[in-house]
């Protein structure tokens, strides 16, 4: 049961960066005129975890590992960035907490880095190499202001189509 919870919400995370053209809109923004499912993407989290089936439990841990790495590390490198070189903050208080605490939790994160499963290390280099190829298409090279999400509910033309019935499967 909980694997198919997290494919659907999976795929309606896909639904909604298409539906805000994060992703192409044409695929990952369809839902099916019928039952208001983004039914490609239903289908293409499935695929993604039947690739479960050639990893060992280890890499298969490091590869979803990776993503909150990479995501930490980022996070830690924004304050340092923010509070330090662009708010230029120097006050005691702001090094240790701006500084001192970020560069403590990168020199942890570059521990878990470094004895992460070297498969998933591999892998996940290749799709943050995938991830950032793309933003620099939807950018123009960084000429362009990327995508933003909309962080609001609303309906789209394909659900709103049909009467809302309760026989419709929802997300």
Same mark, same amino acid.
């Given at each position: /049961? &909980?694997?198919?919870?997290?494919?659907?919400?999976?795929?309606?995370?896909?639904? $909604?960066? !298409?539906?805000?053209?994060?992703? +192409?809109?044409?695929?990952? !923004?369809?839902?099916?005129?019928?039952? !208001? %499912? +983004?039914?490609?993407? %239903?289908? *293409?989290? &499935?695929? =993604?975890?039947?690739?479960?089936? =050639?990893?060992?439990?280890? @890499?298969?841990?490091?590869?979803?590992?990776?993503?909150?790495f990479t995501a930490f590390?980022?996070?830690? *490198?924004?304050?340092?960035?923010?509070?330090? %070189?662009?708010?230029?903050?120097?006050?005691?208080?702001?090094?240790? *907490?701006?500084?001192?605490?970020?560069?403590? $939790?990168?020199?942890?994160?570059? /521990?878990?880095?470094?004895? /992460?499963?070297?498969?998933?290390?591999?892998?996940?280099? /290749?799709?943050?190499?995938? &991830? =950032? !190829?793309?933003?620099?298409?939807? @950018?123009? $090279?960084?000429? #362009?202001? +990327? +995508?933003?999400?909309? =962080? #609001?509910?609303?309906?789209?033309?394909?659900?709103?189509?049909?009467?809302?019935?309760?026989?419709?499967?929802? *997300?």
């Amino acid at each position: /049961m &909980g694997g198919s919870a997290a494919q659907l919400s999976t795929s309606r995370l896909l639904f $909604a960066m !298409g539906r805000d053209n994060v992703i +192409p809109r044409k695929f990952f !923004g369809y839902v099916h005129p019928r039952t !208001g %499912v +983004p039914i490609f993407n %239903v289908i *293409l989290s &499935g695929v =993604f975890s039947l690739s479960a089936l =050639f990893f060992d439990l280890e @890499t298969a841990i490091s590869f979803f590992s990776f993503g909150a790495f990479t995501a930490f590390t980022f996070v830690n *490198l924004s304050v340092i960035a923010y509070y330090i %070189v662009k708010k230029r903050l120097h006050t005691p208080k702001a090094i240790i *907490l701006y500084l001192i605490f970020p560069i403590i $939790a990168l020199s942890f994160i570059g /521990m878990l880095w470094y004895n /992460m499963d070297s498969k998933a290390l591999a892998l996940g280099i /290749m799709w943050n190499g995938i &991830g =950032f !190829g793309y933003l620099l298409y939807l @950018t123009k $090279a960084f000429r #362009e202001k +990327p +995508p933003q999400f909309i =962080f #609001e509910e609303r309906v789209d033309k394909a659900l709103s189509s049909h009467a809302v019935d309760d026989s419709i499967p929802t *997300l």
